[in-house]
């Protein structure tokens, strides 16, 4: 993604015992937000990209974590619609 973006990405794959539940999730998306921010220069803006497969609750804990936890641009993307920040 760096050659077309200029950003690079990074995936933090996570096993769940529940794709349901919010306890579990909202701890492993803090483990890896914790591991993200912790060698950030102060002010570097980050972005989480909710898309059309993340389930509802995934999706919400992710938009509190940007609204309270880390400051962070939500995006959505999809075929029809292309990127659309929210």
Sequence with gaps: MLARTG???ALHPVTL???IDVGE????A???LN???AGLSPGLA????LSPGTLTIMMAIWVLLA????????IRS??????LER
């Design 25 to 28: 999730i909202d701890q492993a």
């Design 78 to 83: 999809s075929e029809t619609y292309g990127v």
């Design 30 to 32: 803090r483990q890896v």
């Design 46 to 49: 980050l972005m989480f990209h």
């Design 35 to 37: 591991e993200l921010t």
């Design 7 to 9: 950003t690079a990405l």
């Design 17 to 19: 015992s529940s794709p």
């Design 67 to 74: 609204k309270t936890r880390v400051p962070a641009e939500l």
